[in-house]
């Protein structure tokens, strides 16, 4: 079992930063891939961005490439999603997730930080 706990959302201008993190309870938090997701009002749930059990293979949905980028500090229990250049199209409830293999869905998940960016 694994529970997920998000922080650091707020409220931002357009062209700012955020850094979310996501605190995983449980000792075994380096055996799950991790992800952000995000769902804006009236839209489905989408992908921002995962990474692996060591960390060293990020994937990005391509509205995240080059102004997000997501980390983990294994020692920490922790997963972050810095966010870089923040557009109004950016405004959602992020999500972290987590799962033990790609093979099966994310099966864990936290109850969401709201991020806002104001134009």
């Known amino acids: 079992q694994v529970q997920l706990v998000e922080s650091g959302g707020g409220l931002v201008q357009a062209g700012g930063s955020l850094r979310l993190s996501c605190a995983a309870s449980g000792r075994t938090f380096d055996t799950y891939i991790m992800a952000w997701f995000r769902q804006a009002p009236g839209k489905e749930r989408e992908f921002v961005a995962r990474?692996?059990?060591?960390?060293?293979?990020?994937n990005y949905a391509d509205s995240a490439k080059g102004r997000f980028t997501i980390s983990r500090d294994n020692a920490k229990n922790t997963v972050y999603l810095q966010m870089n250049s923040l557009k109004p199209e950016d405004t959602a409830v992020y999500y972290c997730a987590a799962r033990p293999t790609y093979m099966v869905p994310y099966n864990y998940w936290g109850q969401g930080t709201q991020v806002t960016v104001s134009s």
């Open positions: 990474i692996n059990w060591s960390g060293d293979t990020t």
